[in-house]
């Protein structure tokens, strides 16, 4: 019933709901550990800083054989989660292997609060004074978190910063635009809501001088940005603050208040729609439509150049076919694009890597040979690699590490000689991220994919 109204009215269960409240708050309750399942090994794969799983010792890596007395060789993997969940202040009992010595140890933890950090990584690009930020999320955190990150890679040299917000879903309105307002001098408009309920109507204007608003930057998105995400890259586009690089966003710009139940479950519904300062509409849902059929003449690529062409054919195929797209002009004189989602100043798409990368992923190849490297080299890595900043620069895919992952590949009955070679480097950079991912978690998975992707360098 609430989907027949629009596409992000929704209800939720009442596990659905705490889910959905954890993860923009930006922390939930737990021990703090994934799991991967590796052949038939159920494995540590991630540990959150400063969690009671990490506090008591358990490592990335380590194979946990026992739950509460229950051998994890008979759970599924959504029993295991279960089992791991659970109220702060109550207690789950695990028996898990060490990759290190091989010693079996029983570990009674008592589940608290677990950090869900919404920058997934944050460093500056080799070589150079471009610092980058990815973030996955706008949660409750995400301003502060922000800020931090941007002081620590100030002291470390950065003078640029790019900020990498494709796949961000959003999040918090709040929260997007207190990061907005770091980047912008006071009195500058960097949004506003309007909706039926006149109580609802709002303009968000900047209050004081942000400590960031000296900083060049760039924003990148991607059709999965979305929400919050839009409206950031739709202020720093319309006052000429930066450029966007990537793709034509989500549009979604929409706004849901949710209301509780008393059975603990809850619905959303839009109430209304934000837009940006030179008041271009982003929610694609809105935009009057008239026809599908429209087409554009080829021949506009002479005038505008592929990217030109590229961002004009998406904003028609967005709109729908609308009586007209809607162009704006920015402070500098700029022509943008308005009318679903934020279309960007630089077409610039991901290359498309083969089938065989496709299913060296899907099937865990990758997950599973760093594994072996990692549990066989620990303390060899550690040791010459200390810390990420150094593995970035320093680790690389050598002849031999590479014939022993076609090797195992090959083991697994999957590879196409091919293919390997159109995806050489992507196929060396997956490995050197997986094996980043062991050591230092999601933040050494994407910042070495980060470092060597094709849109950052561009």
Same mark, same amino acid.
């Given at each position: 019933?609430?989907?027949?109204?629009?596409?992000?009215?929704?209800?939720?269960?009442?596990?659905?709901?705490?889910?959905?409240?954890?993860?923009?708050?930006?922390?939930?309750?737990?021990?703090?550990?994934?799991?991967?399942?590796?052949?038939?090994?159920?494995?540590?794969?991630? #540990?959150?800083?400063?969690?009671?799983?990490?506090?008591?010792?358990?490592?990335?890596?380590?194979?946990?054989?026992?739950?509460?007395?229950?051998?994890?060789?008979?759970?599924?993997?959504?029993?295991?989660?279960?089992?791991?969940? %659970?109220?702060? %202040?109550?207690?789950?009992?695990?028996?898990?292997?060490?990759?290190?010595?091989?010693?079996?140890?029983?570990?009674?933890?008592?589940?608290?609060?677990?950090?869900?950090?919404?920058?997934?990584?944050?460093?500056?690009?080799?070589?150079?004074? #471009? %610092?980058?930020?990815?973030?996955?999320?706008?949660?409750?955190?995400?301003?502060?978190?922000?800020?931090?990150?941007?002081?620590?890679?100030?002291?470390?040299?950065?003078?640029?910063?790019?900020?990498?917000?494709?796949?961000?879903?959003?999040?918090?309105?709040?929260?997007?635009?207190?990061?907005?307002?770091?980047?912008?001098?006071?009195?500058?408009?960097?949004?506003?809501?309007?909706?039926?309920?006149?109580?609802?109507?709002?303009?968000?204007?900047?209050?004081?001088?942000?400590?960031?608003?000296?900083?060049?930057?760039?924003?990148?998105?991607?059709?999965?940005?979305?929400?919050?995400?839009?409206?950031?890259?739709?202020?720093?586009?319309?006052?000429?603050?930066?450029?966007?690089?990537?793709?034509?966003?989500?549009?979604?710009?929409?706004?849901?208040?949710?209301?509780?139940?008393?059975?603990?479950?809850?619905?959303?519904?839009?109430?209304?729609?934000?837009?940006?300062?030179?008041?271009?509409?982003?929610?694609?849902?809105?935009?009057?439509?008239?026809?599908?059929?429209?087409?554009?003449?080829?021949?506009?690529?002479?005038?505008?150049?592929?990217?030109?062409?590229?961002?004009?054919?998406?904003?028609?195929?967005?709109?729908?076919?609308?009586?007209?797209?809607?162009?704006?002009?920015?402070?500098?004189?700029?022509?943008?694009?308005?009318? $679903?989602?934020?279309?960007?100043?630089?077409?610039?798409?991901?290359?498309?890597?083969?089938?065989?990368?496709?299913?060296?992923?899907?099937?865990?190849?990758?997950?599973?040979?760093?594994?072996?490297?990692?549990?066989?080299?620990?303390?060899?890595?550690?040791?010459?690699?200390?810390?990420?900043?150094?593995?970035?620069?320093?680790?690389?895919?050598?002849?031999?590490?590479?014939?022993?992952?076609?090797?195992?590949?090959?083991?697994?009955?999957?590879?196409?000689?091919?293919?390997?070679?159109?995806?050489?480097?992507?196929?060396?950079?997956?490995?050197?991220?997986?094996?980043?991912?062991?050591?230092?978690?999601?933040? $050494?998975?994407?910042?070495?994919? #980060?470092?060597?992707?094709?849109?950052?360098?561009?």
């Amino acid at each position: 019933m609430l989907n027949s109204f629009d596409r992000q009215s929704d209800y939720f269960s009442a596990k659905q709901l705490k889910a959905f409240e954890e993860s923009n708050a930006g922390t939930k309750e737990g021990v703090g550990l994934q799991i991967v399942k590796l052949d038939d090994s159920i494995v540590v794969g991630s #540990l959150s800083s400063g969690s009671p799983a990490d506090s008591a010792g358990l490592k990335r890596g380590d194979v946990l054989l026992f739950i509460n007395n229950k051998a994890t060789s008979t759970m599924q993997t959504a029993e295991i989660n279960d089992s791991l969940s %659970g109220a702060k %202040g109550t207690k789950v009992t695990l028996i898990a292997k060490s990759f290190l010595t091989g010693n079996l140890k029983e570990y009674v933890l008592t589940r608290g609060d677990v950090s869900l950090p919404s920058i997934n990584s944050y460093f500056i690009l080799s070589g150079s004074h #471009l %610092g980058i930020i990815a973030a996955n999320r706008f949660s409750q955190t995400t301003d502060i978190e922000f800020v931090s990150a941007i002081k620590e890679l100030l002291q470390k040299g950065m003078k640029k910063l790019i900020v990498d917000i494709r796949g961000n879903p959003g999040g918090y309105l709040d929260k997007v635009i207190n990061l907005l307002e770091e980047f912008f001098p006071s009195g500058i408009h960097l949004a506003s809501i309007t909706g039926k309920n006149p109580e609802l109507n709002a303009k968000f204007v900047t209050k004081n001088v942000g400590q960031f608003s000296k900083i060049p930057i760039i924003v990148l998105i991607d059709d999965k940005s979305a929400s919050a995400s839009e409206l950031f890259a739709g202020a720093i586009q319309d006052w000429d603050r930066g450029i966007v690089v990537g793709t034509n966003s989500f549009g979604k710009g929409s706004i849901q208040k949710v209301w509780s139940i008393k059975d603990g479950s809850a619905f959303k519904l839009t109430v209304g729609e934000y837009l940006t300062p030179l008041d271009r509409q982003i929610d694609k849902d809105n935009i009057k439509r008239t026809s599908n059929t429209l087409a554009l003449d080829e021949s506009l690529k002479l005038s505008l150049g592929e990217d030109g062409f590229n961002k004009l054919k998406a904003a028609v195929e967005k709109s729908g076919g609308s009586d007209r797209v809607n162009i704006y002009k920015t402070p500098k004189g700029r022509s943008i694009i308005g009318g $679903g989602g934020i279309n960007p100043d630089v077409f610039a798409q991901s290359d498309t890597t083969t089938l065989l990368t496709k299913y060296l992923l899907s099937n865990g190849i990758f997950l599973n040979f760093a594994y072996n490297y990692y549990i066989k080299n620990y303390q060899q890595l550690v040791k010459v690699y200390p810390e990420l900043d150094v593995y970035m620069i320093k680790f690389n895919i050598d002849s031999i590490l590479y014939n022993d992952f076609v090797q195992f590949s090959f083991s697994k009955n999957i590879w196409n000689e091919q293919m390997a070679k159109q995806d050489d480097e992507v196929i060396k950079n997956y490995i050197k991220a997986f094996i980043a991912h062991y050591l230092w978690d999601d933040k $050494g998975y994407s910042s070495v994919l #980060l470092n060597n992707d094709m849109i950052v360098k561009k």
